[in-house]
């Protein structure tokens, strides 16, 4: 059977965005799970009825070293600068886009402006979820890896993923550059570098789950 | 004859008299119809009567009047019944009222003119008037009849208590018809029916009351003012100069309003007259031709004169007024509008040239300002530069090198391109306008090779990591690990970190500390 190529290219991206999307929304609901698992297996062990959640989340958590928390947080910024990037930087996937801001795309740091404006709400979100009361440190971005036993092979390959956002966000740059013309290679090139930035990013959560389940 | 053989003749004949009317009147059976009324017998003699009602010879009498004239007036006139006429008739009183104690009135200012009728008489007595106002206007012998039809007052609208009722004449509001003015008197003609008079006719009166109106009308002057000639200064021939005046007249008449235009020595050249109402005055002179190119260097002068149907002024004002002050200037001929593009791709960062050619059709050279100007769809023109070139009698091409007319919100849409000149061309115009091109719809002006664009992602990526870090150092999240880490090799580190120290006084050296941390 021949396959059509433009059509599986144009099929290509939102397929990628809808896996994206389900890594996300999957990685939250089993970090989610994870955490609450644990939390009565060790109501258990410790023969009590329940074991408050701060004393779970001290006996839980175990720091995973500055650098690399510093690195997880610049990925998961950098992963956040890439979506944007990627989905608001032209108008070809949604309505509005930093196009419409005519004025600021066509400044000399137009787009370190709005890198670092996206860079600022995620960090500002990030930090808001920071200051969460300790009843719900399972939503702390910052602390996600230290509830999970992580290798060096695993810190060394999350701090990667900046470079490869880093890639995304070059390539998502080239497709602003060239705006109003087109390259589905390089949007499809971004993405795919951002699902597998964004799975490496999330894959603690998805070992640590599969290892419960065996 | 005995009394009682008289009595039963008359009844017989009674019986008999009242059976004929019968006939006469009809009754409801006899016309076959019992509500239509009361029926009249139209028939002659025999017994065959035909009886038509009452009705039917309303609307014969009706028709009669307007297709037999002459039958109908016969039968008013048969059917005319005299007033009733008494030695106890007392003739009623009318006479002209007026509220106000100044008589002398301009044209236009509105007057109430009533006339009062006293009626004594019982009211079965009272007759109808007829009423008709008469004027006397300035210079006129005779009174003039104001109304064709009469103004009736019934013999029942007169006050119960008083015996009085007035009518107020709107069909005379003011003056204003008058083409002269002067003394003007107002009187009532009046008729009973019978006897006819005239408010004239009676004497010893007192205001408010009088036998007739006496007024005194006079005519508001018309004033002109706020005259001026535009534009001032030194203008073209066939510049939009327009003559500009106020004109104001109390009584609101049409006015007409004329100017005179008067050469170096006073003397007048043309005239043009305005049929105008009160209010602003304007001649321009491009309508009325009033200049040609022959005027060129010549200085005028102005005045006006007017008036409203009365009184004329003859000239204001008295000493003519300066304009408009004709220049000499060249006879512009422009072609050759163009444009051209660092590239064929039109962004709207390029560089843009522009040019035209003009030259002067007379043989003498002038200074004239080529501005060029700018735009996108329904936008504003943007002026983009403008300079000022001596024009002769040869060609000269008129360049606007190097320009950057657009902004980035231009890209995509049409432009389009003038250059406006000082004096007119060829063909009465002062600019001449083209389509440019579709200007390319590419928002960014560099490449991602460029190095506008290295420095854009290095930057960003630089303070992504460099917050990162700096926020991770502020919160702590990792630091157990790491001193728990460094209690085996704690004093070697310890050591470095006291060399780090004294190299971390400066931003720089902050930075690194930061960083180093781990």
Known sequence: MAIDIPTAMNSLFPAGTLLLALLMIFAAILHINNLKRVHKLMAVLQHKKEVS????????????????????????????????????????????SYMDIAELASSTLGFAIFGLLVAGLAGAIILFLDKLPEDHRDLRLMELYSFYSITKTMKKTISMTVIALCISVLLSAYIGTIYPAHSQPAEILSLMLLVVSAGVLVMPIYKEAWEARR | MPKWLIIAILALLLVAGLSQAGEVLGGGDSSGGGDSGPSVSTGGGGGGSRQIDIDRLITTVKDGKKSKPAKFEELRTLLWKDPITSEEYEWPTVLMYYKGNNTTVSRNQPLEIITIATNNNPLEMRRMLDLYLEVKNPGSDKYERINSWPEKIQTNEYSEKTNTTLRIWGMLPSFAYLKNVGVVKVRANVSDGVNKWSTASY????????????????????AMSDFNVTPSGLVRYNDPIEYKANIADADGDLLNVTLHILDE???????????????????????????????AGKNFTYYYSYDDGIDFISKDPVDALNGPNIRKGPKLSVDKLGFSSTSENYYWWERYGFNVRAKNLNPEEYDVTFTLSTRTGNNEWNTVETKTVRIGPDPVEVNFNDTKPFQVTDAGQTFYYRVKYSEYDQSGKNAMEQTGTRINAKIVPYSIYSPVMFLNLVTMLFLILLGSFFVERKLKKGVESHESASGKAGNKKSKKQESRDKSGG??????LKMLRRG
């Open chain 1, 53 to 96: 959640k701060a004393i779970f989340y001290k006996e839980m958590t175990v720091p995973q070293g500055s650098n690399f928390t510093a690195l997880a947080l610049a990925a998961w910024i950098m992963l956040t600068v890439a979506v944007a990037y990627l989905y608001l930087l032209v108008p070809t996937i949604l309505p509005f």
């Open chain 2, 203 to 222: 004497s010893g009166l007192k205001p408010p009351y009088y036998t007739e109106l006496v007024f005194n009308v006079t005519n508001s002057l018309p």
């Open chain 2, 265 to 295: 020595n006073g003397v007048e050249l043309k005239n043009e007259t305005l049929n105008t109402k009160p209010g602003a005055v304007s001649f321009k002179a491009n309508e009325y031709g009033f200049f040609k190119e022959a005027d």
């Open chain 2, 506 to 511: 400066s931003f720089a050296g902050k930075v």
